[in-house]
């Protein structure tokens, strides 16, 4: 058959290649519901793995701690924001630093579950403005080695010389972040 004649056949939906005459076509194979087996099935001679356990993976849980007693000082033209930190969670963490005021200060105090510290938030000049509205505590979980932030709004507290002081911080939400 040339190239020509098998174009043909596959335009009219013919198939192009037939059995030589006198061939016997392929059957099909039966179909499992034509026939049953009366026969029980032998076991296996090769072994399989057993199946793996069951695991008991834990959901993942942000460790959180609480601030309160947030209390701000005045010493001449600086101020110093201080708060009470709580561990709330039930993993020891690590209070990384604070970021407040535009302005960063290291903390780097371990807390374990239930633990509480008195931590110095922010020292420097007094703010002229109340511009600045967030505050961030980065920290860990130890066990974890999994870094987070907890973000806080600012409230205020503006003093009759015309300068604020931080009154209180409110928690927002925290947050998982690989640093």
């Known amino acids: 058959m040339g190239f020509w ?5 596959m ?3 013919k198939p192009v290649f ?3 005459a006198g061939t016997k076509e392929p ?3 039966p179909e499992a519901s034509q026939y049953e087996t009366t026969h029980t099935p032998q076991a296996q001679t090769s072994i399989a793995p057993p199946p793996p356990p069951p695991t008991t993976q834990q959901p993942h849980v942000t460790p959180t701690f609480t601030l309160t007693h947030c209390k701000s000082d005045i010493n001449g033209n600086n101020i110093e924001v201080t708060a009470w930190l709580t561990n709330t969670s039930t993993v020891d963490i690590e209070i ?3 970021v407040i005021l535009d302005h960063t200060t290291e903390i780097n105090r371990r807390l374990s579950p239930g633990g509480a510290h008195q ?6 000049p007094i703010p002229t403005t109340d511009h600045a509205h967030k505050a961030n505590i980065f920290y860990k979980s130890i066990h974890e ?3 987070c932030r907890a973000d806080f709004m600012v409230e205020y507290n503006r003093e009759p010389d015309g300068t604020y002081t931080v009154e209180e911080l409110h928690p927002e939400h925290y947050a998982i972040k690989v640093y």
Do not use: F, H, S
């Open 11 to 13: 335009v009219q939906g």
């Open 27 to 29: 059957t099909p194979p």
């Open 18 to 20: 037939e059995a030589p």
């Open 5 to 9: 004649q098998g174009m043909m056949k």
């Open 119 to 124: 931590a110095i938030l922010y020292r420097g």
């Open 96 to 98: 990384d630093k604070c």
């Open 145 to 147: 080695n999994e870094y």
